[in-house]
């Protein structure tokens, strides 16, 4: 079983649309959980940065993290077609190597 | 504040052939990672340096792949010789974090992509 789990997609939503992207994990060890936005041959991009449990909001942009539940969520709302790209849910622990543990990345297609 | 910086971006090589990778990471970041990322998975850790120390190097095919920090600044990822299932994208990244505390934050290059043929 991965440390990380999240589903692939792809995920194909209309301009406007509300998405929901999820990953779970398994090491109840992870605190700091990350959102990455990686578009096409480029590196990935920090999007949201969450510490522990609770909720974030930047924009159109909001990280969920239920550490009860072991459960993160991003919701993106009016969505654009710029934001059509994968999506790259990772995290680290609080303690030992501070290295980011990534899932497999959702592939999101916004239509115009 | 300049990012990450590697190169080259793009190489294409034949198997059992030697590449070399370099990065520079953001100044003052006293982390830095080497990932690698093949298509359609998520980045996996090779290795991790703190200055010019390593932190972690477990997941390094080490029968094939070296790195080195020289200096606590930029660094090289070396692959030799290659077999075709090295084909991916090496991501260098870096952060303030010192070994305590926070810094977590972790910042990506564009990427070196490697075709092995």
């Known amino acids: 079983q991965k440390e990380v789990e999240q589903d692939p997609g792809p995920l194909s939503v209309p301009e406007g649309a509300i998405v929901s992207l999820n990953c779970t994990y398994s090491?109840?060890?992870?605190?700091?959980f990350m959102w990455y936005r990686q578009y096409s041959r480029k590196g990935p991009e920090l999007l949201m940065y969450t510490y522990s449990s609770g909720n974030k909001e930047d924009g159109r942009f909001t990280a969920q993290v239920d550490k009860s539940s072991k459960y993160i969520s991003l919701f993106i709302r009016d969505s654009q077609p710029s934001d059509s790209a994968t999506y790259l849910c990772?995290?680290?622990?609080?303690?030992?190597?501070?290295?980011?543990?990534f899932g497999s990345g959702t592939r999101l297609q916004v239509q115009p | 504040e300049a990012g990450v910086a590697q190169s080259p971006r793009y190489k294409i090589i034949e198997k059992r052939q030697s590449v070399a990778f370099w990065c520079n990471p953001i100044?003052?970041?006293?982390?830095l990672y080497w990932y690698q990322q093949i298509l359609g998975q998520g980045p996996k850790l090779l290795i991790q340096?703190?200055?010019?120390?390593?932190?972690?190097d477990s997941q390094l095919p080490k029968d094939r792949f070296s790195a080195e920090r020289l200096k606590g600044v930029d660094s090289t990822l070396k692959i030799q010789p290659a077999k075709l299932e090295d084909s991916a994208v090496y991501l260098c990244?870096?952060?303030?974090?010192?070994?305590?505390?926070?810094?977590?934050?972790?910042?990506f290059g564009e990427g070196s992509w490697l075709t092995v043929v």
């Open positions: 090491n109840s060890a992870f605190q700091y």
């Open positions: 100044s003052g970041h006293a982390t």
């Open positions: 340096f703190q200055n010019n120390g390593v932190v972690d």
């Open positions: 990244a870096s952060s303030l974090w010192t070994g305590k505390g926070s810094g977590n934050t972790i910042y």
């Open positions: 990772a995290m680290i622990p609080d303690t030992g190597r501070r290295a980011l543990t």
